[in-house]
């Protein structure tokens, strides 16, 4: 299994990124998948997660209307558009699956909003 991100950066309040996950080893599109955050000092939270056949989502109360998951079965890819973005929203960003009772992690991207 191996799922790897990439799209974090620097942005500014108010700016966007899309973050991606590309997903290896196992059958996409048999899993719910899952974005988390961890910010310095924090807990790791978990921020959306999007059904195996995409028919249903979750989102924070906190990023609800601002963050977007979705997936391409195609490409064995999820993503998260993050709009409006805050600086509360600073925190590593990592993509997760859960298969047998094993969680399953990215190496994390780095999202940083600061002016």
């Known amino acids: 299994v191996q799922l790897v991100e990439s799209g974090g950066g620097l942005v500014q309040p108010g700016g966007s990124l899309r973050l991606s996950c590309a997903a290896s080893?196992?059958?996409?599109?048999?899993?719910?998948m899952n974005w988390y955050r961890q910010a310095p000092g924090k807990e790791r939270e978990r921020v959306a997660a999007?059904?195996?056949?995409?028919?249903?989502?979750y989102y924070l109360n906190s990023v609800k209307g601002r963050f977007t998951i979705s997936r391409d079965t195609t490409k064995n890819t999820v993503f998260l558009q993050m709009n409006s973005l805050k600086p509360e929203d600073t925190a590593v960003y990592y993509c997760?699956?859960?298969?047998?009772?094993?969680?399953?992690w990215g190496q994390g991207t780095q999202v940083t909003v600061s002016s």
């Open positions: 997760n699956a859960v298969m047998w009772g094993v969680d399953y």
């Open positions: 080893g196992f059958t996409f599109t048999r899993n719910t």
């Open positions: 999007i059904h195996s056949d995409g028919s249903s989502t």
